[in-house]
Every structure is written in structure tokens, then in C-alpha cells.
Nanobody
């Protein structure tokens, strides 16, 4: 069983920054991809950024150049540094981790960007 827990969300003004953290715990040998998704109000969940166990990253076009995903394999942690936040970034942000081909999700953390 794998548990993921996000933290670091909150209210920030447009142009500001936040760093989200995702802590993985439970019984597993290795987490392959760790991803950040978000679900804006009234919209579907969308992929924001992904990082492989080796550190390869990919980003949605909407966040390229502003967000940075990273991970610490020794601590089973993933992070999402969000700079130059825009009101359109307002959403619940979810961490996703893949273990043995199965996806696990955190509960989500709210990020609200005010104008």
C-alpha cells in the first residue's frame, strides 16, 4: 500500500510563488513516475508536470518556464516549484505516483491565485 500526501498549497497573489510537496509512504520498493496534476474549478483534471525516477521531466505547455518539478528519491518526496503564478493556475493540485504499474493519488492541496 502506498500513501501520498500533498502540502504547501495556499492563497497567493498573481506573480507570486509557491512550492508544493508530496510525501510518499508505505510499503514499496521504488516509485517510477511521480506527477503533479491539477483540477481547476469546474474543469477536468489535467497533467501539469511529470518526473521519472531518473529525473527526466515534462511539463504542460501552460506551465513551461514557470513551474519546476523535482524529486528526492531517498526521501520519497516530490516537489513542484511554481513561479509567476497566474489566476488561471487556481486549482486543486494532486500528486500521483506509480508503483508496479499502479497509480496512487494524494488528497490534493488547494492553490488559489488572486488578482
Amino acid at each position: 500500500q502506498v500513501q501520498l500526501a500533498e502540502s504547501g498549497g495556499g492563497l497567493v497573489q498573481a506573480g507570486g510563488s509557491l512550492t508544493l510537496s508530496c510525501a510518499a509512504s508505505g510499503s514499496f520498493f521504488r516509485i517510477s513516475n511521480m506527477d503533479w496534476y491539477r483540477q481547476p474549478p469546474g474543469k477536468q483534471r489535467e497533467l501539469v508536470a511529470t518526473i521519472s525516477s531518473g529525473g527526466s521531466t515534462n511539463y504542460a505547455d501552460s506551465v513551461k518556464g514557470r513551474f519546476t518539478i523535482s524529486r528526492d528519491n531517498a526521501k520519497n518526496m516530490a516537489y513542484l516549484l511554481m513561479n509567476s503564478l497566474q489566476t488561471e493556475d487556481t486549482a486543486v493540485y494532486y500528486c500521483n505516483g506509480r508503483v508496479m504499474g499502479r497509480d496512487y493519488w494524494g488528497q490534493g492541496t488547494q492553490v488559489t491565485v488572486s488578482s
